[in-house]
């Protein structure tokens, strides 16, 4: 909502944007056009190390003599109009002090004129820092592993007898991944998300004969983009500021399986050094003279098409051909609902313990009804579907009102209307049989909602007075 349609005076917007500004954790720094600083925030202070007096009415260069007029981001912004997003540098500030930035340098145009900049800026060693601070965990992890000879691949649980399905699909897919499990090729894997991917792979893992080594899983979309490479990769002291000798995922992965997913989010350029790693064999730690032969299965993962992602050149040709020595598609659930009755069994047995409870199945009604669903978020949202009525369950069978409201708005009305033409015979004019139908819907739903109006056209997905109305013209009795 428009606040100043409340008659706000301006003020009150200054004091609001001013209030933002001072307690965000990330530097704001603003610059007229010729580059000297008209606002310089808290966050921006503390992370420069500029103190907020010195900043304003400095030139930038002068804040920041190790750059020169073609290195800073915002004199480039000023010169170009054009944003500069997720730019990495080590800086020296005016009083001899390193400073390690990732910005984003944004123009500020008014009426086709550059008046300014804005550079918004975060302390980057403390990203890494934190970054590395989870490989560390990971690596001593491992080692404690090592220490007490216990299996390594703690994060794989899943075999492929927790592939749940007896359709073609799936048992072809499960056919071709057993098949490939002991060999050392790479593997791409892609299908929707909540398909059930990284089930697939750990499944593979766990069939290998690298099941006793470490399984390392990374979502390469979970991580800014700068800092994909020291994770993978590694680092050694003094690459950066505040770097520290430390593996990379591949590294802590020897001996096992590396699972990339969501592998074209990363760079085109760190793509090509995955490839190179993929061919080679070794891996050379960010900063560090020497390399390191790592042995490693790649597996990666994508929620396109591998052909759709070459077209929308988001994955690099030969790194495709690299990993494409073996492609596995995994289905979306509407290609073998055939399978939604051994999940759901499945689902209700794993909540079962979970919650105490003792279900036995569910209704005719709620299988049809989720049969009719085309599950846009696949085997997950199935999952969650059947949590969520076995929280609400009070008897041994899953009823309709058990299930989530969206799921009575999609899945009860269509497959209800299926239903409908299916038992009401088509006798008389079209207007007599979609009576019917109104008639056979709306009497369900207003049994299943105990006479609750307002309840029942909530389902029904149309307002309270047109269900009262069609109640009134189809004499329904309630």
Known sequence: MD??????????????????????DWGVQITDKDGYTIYYNKASSQIDGIPIDEAIGKHVLAMF?????????????????????????????????????????????????????????????????????????????????????????????????????ESKVITELKCK???????????????????????????????????????????????????????????VKGSFTGAENRPGLVELADGGTLFLDEITSLSLDLQAKLLRFLQEGYIRRIGDSKVRK???????????????????????????????????????LRERKSDIPLLVKYFIKEFNWQLGKDIKGISEEVERALMSLSWP?????????????A?????????????????????????????????????????????KVEYELITKTLKKTNGNISRAAEILGIPRQTLQYKIKMLKINI
């Open 177 to 235: 991944a057993q098949k490939i499990a002991k060999s050392n090729s790479p593997v791409f894997v892609y299908g929707e998300t909540g398909t059930g991917k990284e089930l697939l792979v750990q499944a593979i893992h766990n069939a290998s004969t690298r099941k006793n080594g470490p399984f390392i899983a990374q979502n390469c979309a979970a991580l800014p983009e700068n800092l994909m490479e020291s994770i993978l990769f590694g680092t």
């Open 391 to 435: 929280n609400f369950c009070e008897g041994e069978i899953i009823q309709l009102h058990d299930l989530p409201d969206h799921i009575l708005r999609n899945a009860f009305i269509e497959g209800e209307k299926e239903i409908a033409v299916d038992t009401i015979g088509i006798e008389g004019d079209l207007r007599s049989f979609l009576a």
């Open 65 to 165: 003599p190790s750059l020169s007029n073609r290195e800073s981001t915002i004199l480039k912004v000023l010169r170009t109009g054009e944003p500069v997003v997720g730019h990495e540098q080590e800086i020296t500030n005016c009083y001899g002090q390193k400073v390690s930035l990732f910005t984003i340098t944004l123009p500020i145009v008014i009426d086709g004129e550059i008046c300014g900049a804005i550079d918004i800026s975060k302390n980057l060693s403390e990203i890494k820092n934190l970054m590395t601070k989870v490989i560390d965990l990971r690596e001593e992890v491992r080692n404690n592993r090592k220490k007490s000879a216990v299996k390594e691949n703690e994060e794989a649980y899943y075999t492929f007898d927790d592939i749940i399905g």
């Open 294 to 332: 790592v042995d490693v299965r790649v597996i990666a993962a994508s929620n396109i098409s591998p052909y759709e992602a070459l077209e929308k050149k988001i994955l690099r040709p030969d790194l495709f051909y690299r990993l494409s020595t073996i492609v596995l598609y995994v289905p979306p």
């Open 3 to 24: 606040l100043r349609l409340k008659g706000l005076p301006q003020e009150f917007y200054q004091k609001a944007l001013e209030i933002l500004l001072e307690n965000i």
């Open 377 to 389: 978020g696949n085997v997950r949202e199935l999952k969650g579907v059947i949590e969520y009525a």
